[in-house]
């Protein structure tokens, strides 16, 4: 086992047991009216995508139902991070900006197609609701905030298996999925 899938199966394990508290404060950011609308933008994208009924990986898939949200946030944050002066980035946009450059890295030529589909994701209207409308509108903002609490008081970290294979049904259900 290489460096990079041992670096893999630590770092997965661990945004899958922080994806409800990452979820929780990035929900915090759209509701920031002093950040720049194109950066809540992003943040109302990526969050909306937890809501999807489809999703690059099913929910109910052992061991990856989520990774792909994970995955999303990360590199939403990146785009999102690139609408500030370094100084002026949210800690939580910092931090996950930061990992999108590991997942670069591991999904190799695939990362593009991930990074396209991540930008469609500033105009999918997810339950009747499209990022520009929640950015728009602080009422619809709170009630994202209150639908991303609830999830992330339910959510429960899917086991993730410390395996090779496990990286290799990954790679290979965002090569297949991703447009």
Not at 74 to 80: P, S
Not at 92 to 107: E, P, S
Not at 119 to 147: N, T
Request: charged content about 25%; aromatic content about 8%; hydrophobic content about 45%.
């Amino acid at each position: 086992m290489d460096d990079s899938a041992r670096e893999a199966l630590n770092a997965f394990p661990t945004w899958l047991q922080a994806l409800n508290e990452d979820l929780v404060e990035l929900a915090g950011l759209l509701k920031d009216a002093q950040l720049p609308e194109e950066l809540r933008l992003w943040v109302a994208g990526a969050t909306g995508y937890v809501f999807k009924s489809i999703d690059l990986i099913p929910d109910g898939i052992e061991d990856l139902g989520y990774l792909d949200d994970a995955f999303v946030i990360r590199v939403m944050a990146r785009h999102a991070a690139e609408q500030l002066h370094s100084e002026e980035v949210p800690p939580v946009l910092a931090r996950l900006a930061k990992d999108a450059q590991f997942i670069q890295t591991f999904l190799g030529s695939v990362y593009t197609r991930l990074d396209e589909f991540v930008s469609g994701l500033c105009i999918v209207v997810v339950r009747g609701k499209s990022p520009s409308d929640i950015v728009q509108d602080p009422a619809l903002a709170q009630q994202v905030c209150d639908e991303i609490g609830v999830f992330a008081r339910n959510y429960v970290a899917p086991e993730f298996a410390q395996e090779e294979r496990t990286l290799l049904k990954l790679q290979s259900f965002l090569s297949t999925k991703l447009p």
